[in-house]
């Protein structure tokens, strides 16, 4: 049994930063505590290892120099994913400057590693929100050209506390559903003076990072915190989206019951057809084991709804916003709030006793790792591909979709990462309009050379 | 396999602590002190254990375990906490005793908290840990909730002076089943037994739906990667690896069985799955489970074949089932993250192995999750009333069918879920020929 003599983490922290941007980092930086970055060296090269698309093909389409000195602010759950894209940013010559897009998912040892590799970092773990929002504005203090944001939350503040440095800004990709909605509804105010790009949208991020991502995360996260079992399990799933159908999934195939609530009647009916009960919500608290906000919305279990629930029941949420559950609504109206495990807190109100998880952030990222791996290697392409096609197109002002062909390109890469190949349609196989249109006969549709 | 039938972990100081420091743990400003934490943690579990709840009902009735002395041989942690604590709770004097590398401190603070004896030091040397055995011997139990048959195989040795006031052992795992049985083929057995893993509210349940979930769980916790698409080798298709194959299939896996036994390789086929040999199955694999409750059963001439980056995990019986020295030469690289370490083929793959072969569930994880455990340990509990109770001859004994019975209908009642019983004309007939 040898020991391997050289440690892995001192070869994962080889980057292009020079001493100077190293030493500008760690005086600019406002982080937990730099000792950890070893650990932090570790988890970035783990993500790097599971990250083939973003490793390879978007290092690739990077190197044409469009992004070399650019200035960009990646604003997104600051842990060991997020890190190795700021890492292929900076290595593509960008200056980066990260801050997380929420106070409860910074990771501090891969924030503590960020510095090390030159990159300005403004983030703790569980800062308040005081602290969070002055960190966001440090970065826009930084006055970023391109913004890989996530829930527009660094973007929406520029708009509203840095006019000018807003003003300046070259583009936006986008990484949620929340984010999306806001950035449209900016440009509906006539508010959105840069091009951004929807990269939650691209099929590439939807239909993975918040269908299958999310959905075994949270499954995953619940069942860590609370040691519980899944099978036999009444789980309410509030909000039939791309991240509710994800965790209703996940929660069905380990032998959970679910009901989906929704207030879209062509998403309930979407539920019912996949095989879901469908109720009201105060219906369906009535008797949840677990009940789980998806909607992207805010307050979607709120103190009207307090009294439906029952005994026990544990809640957390997936949904961008912390008060998706109403925590402060709930805290409230409780005689007693006690931290009962890491991550559980229990709230007793007029008797009952019930259960959020995380403190209603987002149970999968703030209560454990995120999404996994290889998922967020798809979404952090369309990410880092959206900010360079941003950085290397003229676009007009407003929103813009992801040019399909980049999604295409990433699909066919994370493929061939897994030796996959697929079929290729024969120059036979297409049925034209103008082939039916001459045909003389039905038998001779299709018979023409 | 269970919380109990294997050897913990005696992770190095240098890898654990980051488990909880680096990516597991959340809120370190606002968490309270462990004694909170212990005693919220051995609550939150007790709430979701409404089968011992019952056990413990049923037990105080009979008042059959009221003065006794009760020895707790079990890991500690929150779920068997409670069963101590149940037991406490009829009377009976209470010794817990805990292995140095699974004990949790807060548990233990918790449980003090409650008059009750431990005898347990995290992180103790082997020395200590004997000494500590023999002071929880020393209380000269008269019934034994025992783990592994490690302390009543030493009273029928070294402690020979504790066994004349020795009633009865329930024992719940396999690997305290099959010593007994063979102390009994020789004789050598001095005390009535009850082998609590036999039963079916223990086999059916805490193998197959405990340690499926869990131990799926704890190598996607361990690794942040994603199931889907995943090709996943379970080698051996007991009752831990049906399990186990379930729950990474539920989570979009590829799954591959593999097995010696040509009937459990027929069952496995049956339920969908690609059935091969193993040799071949690796060469492809993402993650390769063992569940063979047997050691050697996976070896570095076969880490040896499989591609880079692929992981391993152990489900079944823990250490030894993974056999890193038999094949060629493997390098025992770093630990590149809390409980996952690289091995190195020299000119071959790096490959990545949870919890260096121990169980992943219980040493990556936190063992079954707490429903499952209600079942067994409420069955453990029974077992001790029962032993108390039946004046057993030596040997080893199954537990009672309507005892078994009685276990899985109260955490029925407590979901709520009322079942049928027979009519008459059904009776009739099922007893007519």
């Not at chain 1, 980092?25 to 730099?34: G, L, M, W």
């Not at chain 1, 030796?419 to 023409?448: M, N, P, R, V, Y």
């Not at chain 2, 004990?103 to 995290?122: H, M, N, P, S, Y």
């Amino acid at each position: 049994m040898t020991k391997k003599a050289t440690s892995s983490a001192a070869n994962m922290a080889s980057s292009k930063a020079t001493d100077e941007q190293i030493s500008q980092a760690r005086e600019r930086s406002r982080i937990a505590d730099p000792s950890q970055a070893e650990s932090g060296h570790q988890a970035i090269e783990w993500a790097r290892r599971s990250s083939p698309v973003l490793d390879t093909f978007v290092r690739a389409k990077l190197s044409d120099g469009a992004l070399t000195g650019r200035r960009v602010a990646v604003v997104v759950h600051l842990e060991a994913k997020t890190a190795f894209l700021a890492t292929v940013l900076a290595d593509a010559g960008a200056t980066v400057v990260a801050a997380g897009s929420n106070p409860w998912s910074t990771r501090d040892n891969v924030a503590a590693a960020l510095v090390e590799r030159g990159i300005e970092v403004h983030s703790t773990r569980g800062s308040t929100n005081e602290m969070w929002e002055a960190d966001l504005i440090r970065v826009a203090d930084c006055d970023p050209e391109f913004i890989i944001d996530d829930g527009a939350e660094l973007t929406i503040r520029m708009a509203r506390d840095r006019p000018e440095a807003y003003q300046r800004l070259l583009g936006v990709s986008e990484e949620t559903t929340t984010g999306v909605a806001r950035l449209t509804e900016l440009q509906r105010l006539g508010r959105l003076p840069m091009p951004t790009v929807a990269a939650n949208d691209a099929a590439c991020k939807h239909l993975f990072d918040n269908r299958y991502g999310t959905g075994q995360s949270t499954v995953q996260a619940i069942l860590a915190l609370t040691n519980l079992r899944m099978s036999g399990k009444r789980v309410v799933v509030v909000g039939y989206g791309w991240v509710g159908r994800g965790v209703a999934t996940y929660c069905h195939q380990l032998g959970a019951r679910v009901t989906a609530v929704e207030v879209d009647p062509i998403r309930a009916l979407e539920a019912y057809t996949d095989g879901h009960q469908v109720s009201d919500l105060e219906t369906a608290l009535g008797s949840a084991d677990f009940v789980i906000t998806a909607t992207g919305g805010i307050r979607a279990l709120t103190a009207r709804h307090f009294d439906a629930l029952t005994e026990g029941t544990i809640m957390a949420n997936v949904g961008h916003h912390d008060h998706e559950i109403d925590t402060p609504a709930l805290r409230a109206e409780s005689s007693e709030i006690t931290e009962i495990r890491p991550g559980v807190t229990a709230y007793t109100r007029n008797g009952i006793t019930t259960y959020v998880l995380a403190e209603g952030a987002l149970v999968n990222i703030a209560g454990g790792l995120g999404h996994p791996t290889e998922i967020m290697d798809l979404s952090f392409s369309v990410q880092a591909l959206g900010c360079h096609y941003l950085a290397s197109t003229d676009l007009e002002p407003g929103v813009h979709a992801f040019p399909p062909e980049l999604d295409r390109a990433i699909a066919s890469a994370k493929l061939a990462s897994r030796g996959i190949t697929i079929e290729k349609l024969g120059d036979d196989q297409s049925d034209t309009l103008s082939e039916i249109l001459d045909a003389d006969t039905f038998e001779s549709w299709g018979t023409k050379p | 396999m269970t919380e109990r039938n294997q050897p913990e972990p005696s992770p190095s100081e240098a890898d654990q602590p980051e488990l909880n420091q680096a990516e597991s743990n959340q809120t370190e400003a606002s968490q309270p002190a462990p004694v909170d934490f212990g005693r919220g943690m051995l609550d939150f579990a007790g709430r979701h254990m409404p089968a011992l709840r019952a056990a413990t009902e049923y037990v105080r009735a009979g008042g059959r375990l009221k003065g006794r002395r009760v020895g707790v041989a079990l890991t500690l942690e929150p779920k068997t906490a409670n069963l101590a604590e149940a037991i406490a709770s009829l009377g009976a004097e209470v010794a817990v005793l805990g292995s140095s590398n699974s004990t949790r401190d807060e548990v233990v603070a918790a449980l003090r908290e409650q008059g009750i004896a431990v005898f347990a030091e995290a992180g103790c040397s082997p020395e200590r840990s004997l000494e500590l055995q023999n002071a929880f011997i020393d209380t000269k139990p008269e019934l034994l909730a025992d783990d592994g048959a490690g302390n009543v195989r030493l009273m029928h040795t070294d402690r020979r002076d504790a066994l004349a006031t020795l009633i009865g052992v329930a024992e719940e795992t396999t690997s305290g089943v099959r010593p007994l049985r063979v102390m009994e083929a020789e004789a050598a057995l001095e005390v009535p037994c009850v082998a609590v893993n036999d039963a079916r509210t223990k086999l059916l349940f805490d193998n197959v739906y405990g340690t499926g979930q869990s131990v799926v769980m704890s190598i996607l916790d361990a690794t942040n990667l994603q199931m889907q698409g995943k090709h996943v080798v379970v080698v051996g298709y007991g009752k831990v690896g049906r399990g186990i194959a379930a729950a990474a299939r539920a989570l979009g896996g590829r799954i591959t069985v593999t097995e010696i036994d040509p009937v459990e390789a027929l069952v496995a086929h049956h339920d969908g799955y690609d059935v091969a040999q193993l040799a071949t199955s690796v060469m492809t694999a993402d993650i390769v489970i063992t569940a063979t409750g047997i050691d050697h059963s996976l070896t570095a001439a076969h880490v040896a074949a499989m591609p880079d980056g692929a992981i391993v995990a152990v489900g079944g019986a823990g250490l030894g089932e993974f056999d890193p020295d038999e094949g060629p030469e493997l390098i025992h690289g770093d630990v590149v993250r809390p409980n996952v370490r690289e091995l190195i083929v020299p000119d071959g793959p790096t490959v990545f192995v949870i919890a260096d072969g121990y169980c992943a569930n219980t040493s990556a994880g936190e063992g079954n999750p707490i429903e499952v455990m209600d079942l067994s340990l409420a069955l453990q509990l029974r077992a001790l009333d029962y032993l108390a109770e039946a004046d057993l001859p030596v040997g080893v004994h199954l537990l009672p069918p309507e005892i078994d019975d009685a276990v899985a209908a109260s955490q029925l009642a407590a979901a709520g879920i009322e079942i049928d019983v027979p009519s008459p004309s059904q009776r009739d007939a099922a007893q007519s020929w």
